[in-house]
């Protein structure tokens, strides 16, 4: 019980340097469209970083690997579309 007490100690005590470093931890006013685009712009990095998933994803759209790396990191700038009723709150 001790043990599991000082991580989430340590946890909270890193969270600021947490969230510097890592841009998609988010914070407690986060938006659920700001999640979901942080998470769709993570994801497509990862294909893209990952030459073994961009090498399947080329394959099964008969595409080039260099083609569909473009078309994913062009996805990357706008990943979710909004709704139109659900304009940003300020």
């Known amino acids: 019980m001790n043990t599991q007490y000082n991580v989430n100690t340590s946890l909270s005590n890193?969270?600021?340097?947490?969230?510097?470093?890592?841009?998609?931890?988010?914070?407690?006013?986060?938006?659920?469209?700001e999640w979901a685009t942080n998470q769709h712009r993570d994801t497509y990095a990862s294909f893209v970083g990952h030459t073994d998933l961009l090498s399947y994803f080329a394959i099964a759209e008969n595409k080039s690997?260099?083609?569909?790396?473009?078309?994913?990191?062009?996805?990357?700038?706008?990943?979710?579309?909004?709704?139109?009723?659900?304009?940003?709150?300020?």
Not at 14 to 33: F, R, V
Not at 82 to 90: G, M, Q
């Open 65 to 90: 690997m260099e083609r569909k790396r473009v078309e994913l990191l062009e996805k990357m700038i706008q990943p979710v579309r909004r709704h139109n009723n659900s304009e940003p709150k300020e």
């Open 14 to 33: 890193n969270w600021e340097l947490l969230q510097a470093k890592h841009a998609g931890t988010g914070h407690p006013d986060t938006t659920k469209y």
